[in-house]
């Protein structure tokens, strides 16, 4: 029974760091952007808050360093798509293969650093709850934060008047653009917020989860977190949901070795990516739900006057 | 595409192609004839017009230098020739060299450079060392944990699974749960050996304990060695060992309040608390032997080294302070006994963990036995993954 | 004020400049990142650019690497002209080899010949049958291919160690992961001895023939990019959007699968877990500097490969970090995409005018024919 407390925690853990990119790809894609470059934003990221770590001992410094150098490359990806109306789906690829090159060859002096010591984290009697308490309230405070702002995020969209501009430049930026909004401006917000998530996630991944810096540590979850907005038919609650999901998918894997399951442990590697298709499979089947939920500029480059 | 965008596509990529060969062809002057004086290599020793001409030797790693673990316990030995012969070698390495067919063009390239020794830390260059030795008789290979010779190749390995039965010894006085955890790499008979060897060391001071497996499917992988770690202190371990080559395993232990030991190199610092020992490869003895007998005439291939405790090459260090007296003392036994030959930690009784006997009594397992180990002990949990299939 | 304005019809003069300029910004930026590193940089560019091309070895080098790249690209050309994005080239390449290894592993030393043949064919089916996959679940239940693909580039992944590390592991090989190595049957016949380059060398450049004449001088090539260029003319037109979606999936599929073959029966003779070289990811990157254009390709894998090779030079050179290779690679498909602006805009001075409708970027914008994106 205590391993599956623990087996829980793991997953809130890793959930989180998808959770967080997810969320901010979905800001973009509410405004009908595509970032195809989630995996480089959260490795430079990543290695941004390393070395702000390193060099400082602070942890706030950190998370700032990465959602900085993220919201930095996004806002170069913004201003590429959005004013120079380059391709969204080329862009993006070159901002991920880009931002693995850039860290992997920035990084080289950090493979061998530490961070010092990290603190353990527990709320004050609910996480001495028996089984509960390791499994939910022994987290870093980020896990926390990241479920209120899911539920901050679904009030914004949602019952803001900001978020609706937001989503009305998703579904039609002509309408938005002739009602006098500035198009451009609100996408590039929205890209630069999301590409600001994504190095909360990249930081968080680092600072938290695995506290050391290699070439390529992010291993493709900047493209699981892509796969979630989709997945999660752009709904910030279902991100997070999905976004666990996928966690316990990862962390399941190592959890059933250990039990000797017999199953050859490259299908258990396989189960996440498998899951993805499978659920994109269902989900984007029936054509109508899609068209209600995905916003409908989706991809689709902006030309005002047009 | 029309003609005319045809011509001028041709037209402009032709200029273009002669400009910048021009361009570069100018600081051709700096690139000498064919066989090329040593350039700024960053290893290199200053050439200052030597005596004798220096031996050129190059390492060819599978990871970056900074790896805390594999390759970087490769470039200290680099290191210690370069100490030991000072400006009678020159040395070089090119890292994060993958074991595919990228290897052979980075050995022929060593070899075009002028070396004349050349070692090969990963078994995945294997084939490319072959070839690259056949079509290169005047130059040595080295081949690490390989095993295909010839006159002018050979192999050399560690026995890694003398650290690993160490660790096993402190690991079996400090457990409190009598669970032990291991995360695995890749599921070769060495990593399969060290995780026998581990169980085999604990089992000599404390005969309850039980170790649980879990594989990473790769040598270097951070984050998915966290969640390994994570899994098996879930499932009980209070004490892991890991085959992989980074300290995430370790700081894991550290975050969790458990113990752990450093592999490939010293991890002290990278957790604390939570290190009991560090299980230590030194290439250094080697390759000065080595690039010794190169030096000399004296190299001869066709051969395969495996090193230990005895030639100080493998190590426990750093030990923690709070590891009790009498186990310290059982390590320095075992580590005399390593060395003077009186001690061997494969030799049977030995029964695999389904119950079969797999070494008789007081039969002492031959290095062909340890190559092939494809079983666990018992006390090992599971099976391994891929073999067992006599 | 820096303003863009639309130019009235694409610029002839940028649409091949621009690939140029971006590489000579790449360069630039390179240059200044040696100086920034204390190397030479005149040197450092004589590794990149002189030294992959400076002896018939190295020219072969140089064609033993571009081939899988340019393979691979030219299928993505096709996807990519008909506005499908196959991201996942890297897994239907690992399956290619997968399959083709297969075929290797039945020959005995008395096989004959055309077992070569015969494992091309495999791998290349084997690139489309994964392909497929991407495609009947785009075509069936409107799936993004983008992440399909992508996806299964790591399924494949695992299938493949599953098979090095399981079934289809070498008996002899001291329960290493990897296969028996090829018999000598199996090897792709090399154009010429002492080089490794093979003849898959020739299937590429057939290739490029073959995609020039199809693109350009077909009416089947023009059904396919009408279709990623303007679907609602393609609709009225009677052109079947839906077996443009499969004819660009199956092609570029067998094409990366057949590149995946020609790896794995010429350099590697077995198969390994280090199969996946990254090249369906750096042939995205090919196809886009050259323009999607059959010959453009050909010259931008070369680049490519110079990338690559002269990455590895550099680190016995001059002691420069493997990943530059990537962040070279990197920043010249980044700055090709910004130079491309100038192909549909001009750079002006001054206030803004009342703007005239943009002109059809080059390549088709995504999103038109979209049902998931």
């Not at chain 3, 690992?94 to 075929?103: D, F, K, L, N, T």
Request: proline share 5%; net charge positive.
């Amino acid at each position: 029974m205590e391993s599956y407390a623990l087996l829980l925690a793991a997953t809130l853990n890793a959930g989180t760091v998808l959770a967080l990119a997810a969320l901010g790809l979905l800001i973009n894609e509410k405004a009908g952007i595509v970032n195809l470059g989630a995996e480089g934003m959260m490795l430079c990221a990543a290695l941004a808050s390393f070395v702000a770590v390193v060099h400082s001992g602070s942890d706030v410094l950190g998370f700032l360093a990465g959602v900085g150098a993220a919201a930095l490359l996004a806002a170069i990806f913004g201003v590429l798509v959005i004013w120079m109306n380059t391709n969204q789906y080329a862009t993006g690829l070159a901002l991920s293969l880009f931002g693995a090159g850039f860290s992997a060859f920035a990084g080289i002096g950090y493979v061998q650093e530490k961070l010092p010591e990290r603190p353990h984290f527990a709320i004050p009697v609910l996480g001495d709850i028996p089984l509960l308490g390791p499994a939910l309230f022994r987290q870093h405070p980020m896990v926390y934060l990241a479920i209120g702002f899911v539920i901050w995020l679904i009030w914004f969209l949602y019952r803001s008047r900001a978020g609706l501009v937001l989503r009305s430049v998703g579904e039609s930026p002509e309408s938005a653009h002739a009602l006098g909004y500035h198009v451009r401006f609100i996408r590039l917000a929205a890209v630069v917020a999301g590409g600001a998530l994504c190095g909360l996630a990249g930081a968080y991944l680092i600072l938290v989860y695995t506290p050391l810096w290699v070439e390529g540590m992010v291993a493709g979850r900047g493209w699981i977190a892509l796969a979630l907005t989709t997945f999660a038919t752009w709904r910030p609650a279902r991100v997070l949901l999905g976004a666990y999901l996928f966690g316990g998918v990862t962390m399941l894997q190592f959890h059933l070795q250990g039990a000797g399951v017999d199953v050859a442990t490259q299908f258990l590697t396989m189960l996440p990516y498998l899951a993805t298709i499978v659920v994109l499979a269902l989900i984007s089947r029936n054509p109508t739900w899609i068209r209600v939920n995905m916003p409908a500029s989706l991809g689709k480059p902006f030309h005002p006057g047009s | 595409m029309t003609d005319l965008k045809k011509r001028s596509l041709l037209q402009v990529a032709a200029l273009s192609a002669i400009a910048a060969t021009a361009l570069v062809a100018c600081g051709k002057k700096e690139e000498p004839a064919p066989a090329p004086a040593p350039t700024a290599a960053p290893a290199a020793a200053p050439a200052e017009a030597p005596k004798a001409e220096p031996l050129k030797v190059a390492f060819a790693y599978i990871g970056p230098v900074g790896d805390g673990g594999w390759t970087f316990a490769h470039d200290n030995g680099r290191k210690a020739v370069e100490k030991e012969f000072g400006d009678k070698v020159v040395t070089s390495f090119v890292e994060n060299v993958p074991e595919s067919a990228d290897a052979e063009r980075v050995l022929r390239d060593m070899v075009g450079q002028g070396n004349k020794l050349v070692f090969g830390t990963t078994f995945g260059y294997m084939e490319s060392m072959v070839k690259v030795a056949g079509d290169h008789k005047d130059v040595k290979f080295e081949h690490a944990t390989g095993y295909k010779t010839a006159d002018n190749l050979r192999t050399y390995d560690s026995r890694t699974y003398e650290g690993a039965y160490m660790a096993g010894v402190i690991a079996g006085a400090m457990t409190k749960t009598n669970t032990l955890g291991v995360v695995g790499s890749v599921p070769i008979p060495e990593v399969v050996r060290n995780i026998n060897s581990f169980t085999l060391g604990a089992q000599s001071v404390n005969p309850k304990i039980k170790t649980k497996v879990v594989w990473v499917g790769k040598w270097f992988d951070p984050p998915n060695e966290t969640a390994a770690a994570t899994s098996l202190i879930n499932g009980g371990a209070d004490v892991l060992m890991q085959n992989t080559d980074s300290s995430a395993v370790l700081q894991t232990a550290e975050k969790m309040g458990k113990r752990a030991f450093g592999w490939d190199s010293d991890m002290t610092n990278y957790g604390p608390k939570a290190h009991l020992g560090s299980a230590v490869i030194n290439w250094g003895p080697y390759y000065i032997k080595a690039v010794g007998d190169a030096l000399e005439g004296k190299w001869t291939g066709n051969m395969q080294s495996w090193w230990g405790v005895k030639e100080g090459a493998i190590d426990m260090v750093s030990i923690a302070a709070d590891v009790p007296e009498e186990t310290k003392k059982k390590i320095d036994e075992v580590k005399a006994g390593l060395k003077d030959g009186s001690f061997v930690i494969w030799k049977g009784p030995i029964k695999d963990n389904a119950g079969k006997e797999v070494l008789a009594k007081d039969a002492v397992a031959d290095d062909k036995f340890l190559g092939g180990i494809n079983f666990y002990v018992q006390g090992v949990e599971g099976k391994v993954p891929g073999g067992e299939k006599k | 004020m820096l303003r863009l304005e639309p130019r009235p019809e694409p610029s002839r003069v940028w649409s091949l400049g621009s690939p140029l300029l971006a590489l000579l910004l790449t360069v630039v930026i390179g240059v200044l990142l040696f100086a920034a590193l204390g190397k030479d940089p005149v040197r450092g560019l004589q590794v990149f650019f002189w030294e992959p091309i400076k002896s018939g070895y190295a020219l072969g080098e140089l064609t033993v690497k571009a081939t899988p790249l340019l393979l691979i690209a030219l299928g993505l050309a096709v996807c990519f002209r008909s506005n499908v994005w196959n991201i996942g080239a890297e897994g239907q390449y690992i399956i290619g080899a997968i399959v083709a290894g297969g075929v290797a592993l039945l020959a005995d030393k008395d096989t004959s010949r055309w077992i070569v043949l015969a494992l091309l064919l495999a791998g290349t089916v084997g690139g489309m049958a994964w392909a497929s996959v991407t495609a009947l679940l785009r075509d069936r239940f409107n799936a993004n291919e983008i992440l399909v693909s992508l996806m299964l580039v790591y399924v494949a992944e695992q299938l493949l160690f599953y098979l090095v590390f399981g079934p289809w592991k070498d008996p002899g090989g001291y329960n290493f992961p990897q296969t028996r190595t090829f018999e000598a049957v199996t090897q792709v016949p090399r154009l010429m001895t002492g080089s490794r380059v093979s003849i898959g060398v020739l299937v590429a450049l057939a290739g490029v023939a073959a995609l020039w004449v199809f693109l350009f001088r077909t009416r089947a090539g023009f059904a396919q990019q009408v279709g990623g260029l303007a679907p609602a003319a393609a609709r009225y037109a009677g052109f079947s959007s839906r077996k443009a979606l499969w004819l660009a999936l199956l092609v570029s599929g067998g094409t990366a699968g057949l590149a995946g073959a020609l790896e794995v029966a010429g350099p590697l003779g077995q198969l390994t877990p280090h199969v996946p070289a990254g090249y369906g990811f750096a042939a995205i990157i090919v196809a886009f500097v050259g323009r999607l254009h059959p010959v453009g390709m050909v010259f931008s894998a070369i680049l490519m490969s110079m990338f690559y090779i002269g990455g590895e030079l550099a680190q016995s050179r001059l002691g420069l970090p493997k990943s530059l290779t990537g962040v070279f690679q990197g920043l010249l498909l980044f700055t090709l995409l910004a130079c491309d602006t100038l192909i549909a805009y001009r750079v002006r001075f001054g206030r803004s005018r009342p703007a005239s409708p943009a002109p059809a970027s080059v390549m088709p914008a995504p999103g038109d024919t979209k049902g998931a994106a």
